[in-house]
T-cell receptor, first 115, second 111 residues
């Protein structure tokens, strides 16, 4: 898990609620990423950020929002607009701005369950 | 469509035995291929990263091979241990920014 922390480890949400997942890294990495993992599927990119105060949508950004106010922090908010939010959420970071060229280091994940 | 397919979906082997996991991809343009190990309920951990010019790379008992012509890769695990029980994910880099993830092979090492 390196120097990437995610909290909480488990999160329960009622329908209609927004929740925020925390991701912090002390690796001095430039880029950070949020992925969603569902059973039987490969990881899917939600959002990524290459520099502070800038972020880009990934393949499944609808119903999610992010911010990057500090280099070490990249919180993900799961909004009520996300119709099927129950999943395992993984945060990652990489040195440099290319997630494809540079190795990505993953956090321990947050399991979100909608009640 | 850029895809990464892994086989088998799941595998059970006896402790001490060897095994080989397969990865076929159709990703283009190709930058590199990675193998990750993911323990249940944890984040993936990198095992190897191979570029176009690398045919093989080892990390302890893990050896990855890459055939860029046939777009195939394999991960060979030697003398398996109980701690090798995990999902193994093949990931191919598409161009400069995008990663394409396989669905993984779930390995169970039985005592």
């Amino acid at each position: 898990d390196g120097g990437i922390t995610q909290s909480p480890k488990y999160l329960f949400r009622k329908e209609g609620q927004n929740v925020t997942l925390s991701c912090e890294q002390n690796l001095n990495h430039d880029a950070m990423y949020w992925y969603r993992q569902d059973p039987g599927q490969g990881l899917r990119l939600i959002y990524y950020s290459q520099i502070v105060n800038d972020f880009q949508k990934g393949d499944i950004a609808e119903g999610y929002s992010v911010s990057r106010e500090k280099k070490e922090s990249f919180p993900l908010t799961v909004t009520s607009a996300q119709k099927n939010p129950t999943a395992f959420y993984l945060c990652a970071s990489s040195m440099g701005t290319s997630g494809a060229y540079n190795e990505q280091f993953f956090g321990p994940g947050t399991r979100l369950t909608v009640l | 469509k850029n895809q990464v397919e892994q086989s088998p979906q799941s595998l059970i082997i006896l402790e001490g035995k060897n095994c080989t996991l397969q990865c076929n991809y159709t990703v283009s343009p190709f930058s590199n291929l990675r193998w990750y190990k993911q323990d249940t309920g944890r984040g993936p951990v990198s095992l190897t990263i191979m570029t176009f010019s690398e045919n093989t790379k080892s990390n302890g008992r893990y050896t990855a091979t890459l055939d860029a012509d046939t777009k195939q890769s394999s991960l060979h695990i030697t003398a398996s241990q109980l701690s090798d029980s995990a999902s193994y994910i093949c990931v191919v880099s598409e161009g400069f920014q995008k990663l394409v993830f396989g669905t993984g092979t779930r390995l169970l090492v039985s005592p």
